[in-house]
Each structure stands twice: as structure tokens, then as C-alpha cells.
């Protein structure tokens, strides 16, 4: 599908400051695939894709998990963890993307796992960093993230784990196998 129509999706799926931080994914994503050997159509279609099925119902979204075979481990954590199972599907389903690292990079967006792709760790950063995003901290991982993308990616798994930590929320098991491979591959 045209990035015209994906963005013509978005735009019905979402608040406007939400179709803002798609965008500014989608430009962080474009910026940050400079470091490897990425598709820039692929990039397009998972950055604008990632969130699309964030503001849906949440029974809509369990159904999803449900009738789709996906994790139902993801029901008994955070309903936040849903929607980039569930977008993976809708990308397939309704926006005809087939190349499974897309939809992988949509699927892991959220908790990233172990063994991430190119496309999947700069998904997993730009969704982070993206330049309306703002928390203590965030110039400092944009910095490491361009100064050596690996050594950043490194910091903001380790950023997030903290995170879900300090307020003491259930950590989903790709989250952790995420942040295990992140520390098991420092050299
Ligand atoms: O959809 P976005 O807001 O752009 O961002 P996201 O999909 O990366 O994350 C949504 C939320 O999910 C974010 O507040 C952090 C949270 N989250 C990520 N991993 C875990 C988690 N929450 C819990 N409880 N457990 C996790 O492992
Ligand atoms: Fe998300
Ligand atoms: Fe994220
Ligand atoms: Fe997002």
C-alpha cells in the first residue's frame, strides 16, 4: 500500500497528537535506518503502522488476541502490551504488508525481544526518542543513539527496564529476554 493511504488510515485510527508522534517516528526511523541496510518503504510502512490499532477497545483488542492465536500471556499483563501484537495482524490483514520484519518490527515494538532485527531495534528507538517525545533524560539517549547506535539502543532498553521497574509494573518476558540479550551481547 502507498504511504498516502497508510497515512490516510492512521489519521481516522488516531488522535492528531498521535498521528504527530507516528510522524515523528516515521522521520526518527528514516534517520536512524542510515546505520544499516534498510528498505526505506519497510521502514515507512512499520513506523507508520506501529501504532495503529492503539486506540481501539480493549475487549476488541482481547478478541483480536484470541481469535488470532497471538500470546494469551499478554492478557494477563498490561493492556498496553496488546496493540502491537494485535497491529501486526491489522498491518497483514488490512494493509496487505507480508514481509514478516515489518511485521515483526510492529509486533516488538512495545517490549522488543530477544534477537531484534535492524529494522525491529530502530522501530524499538524511534518510538522512543522521536522528537516529540519528552522525559528526564531523553537528549541524552538521542545523543548516544547517534553518536553509536548500538551503545544507544543498549541505553534505552536499559532506560525502559528502569522504568517499568521504578513503578513497579509486571515486566512481560520479551521485555526481560529483550534487556538480557541487550547485556549478554556487551563487549
Ligand atoms: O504506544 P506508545 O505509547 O507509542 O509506546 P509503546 O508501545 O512503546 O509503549 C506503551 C507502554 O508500554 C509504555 O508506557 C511502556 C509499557 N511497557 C513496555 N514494556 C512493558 C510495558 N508495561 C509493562 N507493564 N510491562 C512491560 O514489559
Ligand atoms: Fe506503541
Ligand atoms: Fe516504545
Ligand atoms: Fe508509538
Redesign the pocket.
Known amino acids: 500500500m502507498v504511504r498516502e493511504k497508510i497515512l490516510e488510515a492512521v489519521t481516522q485510527a488516531m488522535p492528531s497528537n498521535r498521528v504527530v508522534?507516528t510522524l515523528g517516528v516515521e522521520e526518527t526511523a528514516i534517520s536512524l535506518s542510515k546505520n544499516f541496510a534498510l528498505n526505506l518503504e519497510d521502514v515507512q510502512a512499520a513506523a507508520l503502522l506501529h501504532?495503529i490499532v492503539?486506540f481501539e477497545d480493549k475487549n476488541w483488542l482481547k478478541q483480536q488476541i484470541l481469535d488470532n492465536y497471538l500470546p494469551t500471556d499478554l492478557l494477563e499483563?498490561?493492556v498496553?502490551?496488546w496493540?502491537?501484537h494485535v497491529g501486526a495482524v491489522v498491518a497483514k490483514e488490512q494493509f496487505g504488508i507480508t514481509d514478516e520484519t515489518v511485521l515483526n518490527a510492529i509486533r516488538f515494538?512495545?517490549?522488543g525481544r530477544d534477537g531484534m532485527s535492524a529494522l525491529e531495534k530502530v522501530i524499538y528507538v524511534a518510538?522512543?526518542l522521536e522528537p516529540n517525545r519528552q522525559f528526564p533524560g531523553v537528549d541524552f539517549l538521542r545523543e548516544q543513539v547517534n553518536k553509536d547506535f548500538h551503545k544507544g539502543f543498549e541505553e534505552c532498553v536499559v532506560h525502559?527496564l528502569s522504568y517499568?521497574i521504578k513503578k513497579r509494573?509486571?515486566?512481560?518476558p520479551d521485555?526481560l529476554a529483550c534487556y538480557n540479550d541487550v547485556v549478554k551481547g556487551r563487549k
Open positions: 508522534h501504532d492503539k499483563f498490561h498496553e502490551l496493540h502491537s515494538h512495545t517490549t518510538d522512543l525502559s517499568l509494573v509486571p515486566i512481560y521485555s
